[in-house]
């Protein structure tokens, strides 16, 4: 499913930058009644909660009505599933008039291109997809950027120097994410490895805190994740270790635990297709955008975090918005975890390669199949 993901996305990109219910929302009338306004529809492959994947969109789509005000009506379903449930909705929402979509889940990218082909006057947004059509475009975050600069948090505040990652599904975009945090922990801390977990689900708080818990058991006094729920850094909190938030600050969740949070910033971007939508100049196309673009940002740091670590933290951030760090460049051979060369000396992968990525770095305590 994934073989072709890298030439297709890179081909693509022209341009920078069953369901529980749906909730709607119309600002004021106080723009031009006679112009009715662009209905702007969401699909959420999670229940609505208070930090992670979902929320983030959220507040994107409540980014785009503040905006735009009027001149939009946005809406949204949650706790979809990927696959027959996603088409329905995804469906529902184009006959119900809305002519800009937003599907932001990997799995919602085939239901997003059926219905595509059914409403050609309608928009579509497939985010973390990678096929384009005439009406469909995609766009994706360089979460592996902030996964990076956290590492070196984590590196710099781990005393066991082992920490636990509690990955979704083994696709490129979370082997990038889990190298890059393992890259960015042995940049600080050579002796640091890195435990992963596989759920092979993107929402399942039951077992994430599971997998978190058994890690923990494993000498793990620092962890991350890459799922959809809160899970982890509750456990986090419960047992006393540390934890790096994704999606969202969770320090409400876990006060004690977090030491840093990547989180991946949506409104701009929405706001900017929606406003296209408007004044007609919407094209299909892909964006990834990262540090730079202002869609991944690492901050919100814990109390436990010393300033220095902050600052250093900080300071590699601006180097990556700047050009000067780059998670995949190799000052020295990398190796994958079998012993093989994955990036050769002076060397820096570029967005075909981050694509395709099918190994795990050299510290990571894990097998996929290939």
């Not at 379903?77 to 006959?95: C, F, Q, S, T, Y």
């Amino acid at each position: 499913m994934y073989k072709n993901l890298a030439a297709t996305f890179v081909a693509a990109c022209a341009f920078s930058l069953a369901p529980t219910g749906a909730f709607s929302q119309t600002s004021p009338a106080s723009a031009d009644a006679a112009k009715p306004p662009l209905k702007v529809g969401f699909v959420y492959v999670a229940p609505l909660s208070d930090a992670g994947w979902v929320r983030q969109h959220e507040q994107g789509r409540q980014a785009v009505q503040a905006a735009l005000g009027a001149a939009v009506q946005t809406s949204y379903v949650e706790n979809v599933a990927e696959g027959p449930d996603a088409e329905r909705v995804i469906r529902d929402l184009a006959r119900q008039g809305n002519t800009l979509i937003f599907t932001p889940s990997f799995g919602y990218m085939e239901p997003t291109l059926k219905v595509a082909a059914e409403f050609p006057d309608v928009k579509f947004e497939s985010i973390t997809g990678y096929k384009t059509a005439p009406n469909v475009a995609v766009a994706n975050a360089r979460y592996y950027e902030g996964r990076y600069l956290a590492g070196i948090a984590a590196g710099r505040m781990t005393k066991s120097n082992v920490a636990g990652y509690v990955a979704g599904f083994p696709i490129p975009e979370v082997l990038q994410g889990i190298n890059a945090f393992t890259l960015g922990m042995r940049s600080v801390n050579p002796k640091a490895e890195v435990h992963v977990v596989w759920l092979n689900a993107w929402f399942d708080p039951t077992r994430e805190r599971d997998a978190a818990m058994t890690l923990f058991n494993q000498n793990v006094d620092v962890i991350a994740f890459h799922t959809g729920s809160t899970a982890v850094m509750a456990a986090a909190q419960e047992r006393g270790k540390l934890a790096v938030a994704y999606h969202s600050d969770m320090r409400r969740i876990a006060p004690d635990a977090q030491i840093v949070a990547v989180t991946h910033q949506w409104g701009d971007y929405y706001t900017r297709r929606a406003q296209a939508v408007l004044d007609g100049t919407w094209k299909s196309g892909a964006v990834w955008g990262g540090v730079r673009q202002g869609m991944i940002r690492v901050g919100d740091f814990g109390s436990k975090v010393p300033k220095a670590v902050q600052a250093e933290v900080l300071a590699r951030q601006k180097d990556i918005a700047s050009g000067k760090l780059h998670p995949f460049a190799a000052k020295q051979p990398v190796l994958d975890n079998e012993g093989h060369t994955v990036i050769a000396q002076g060397q820096t992968l570029g967005d075909e390669q981050i694509l395709a990525m099918n190994w795990l770095v050299q510290g990571v305590q894990g097998k996929i199949s290939r």
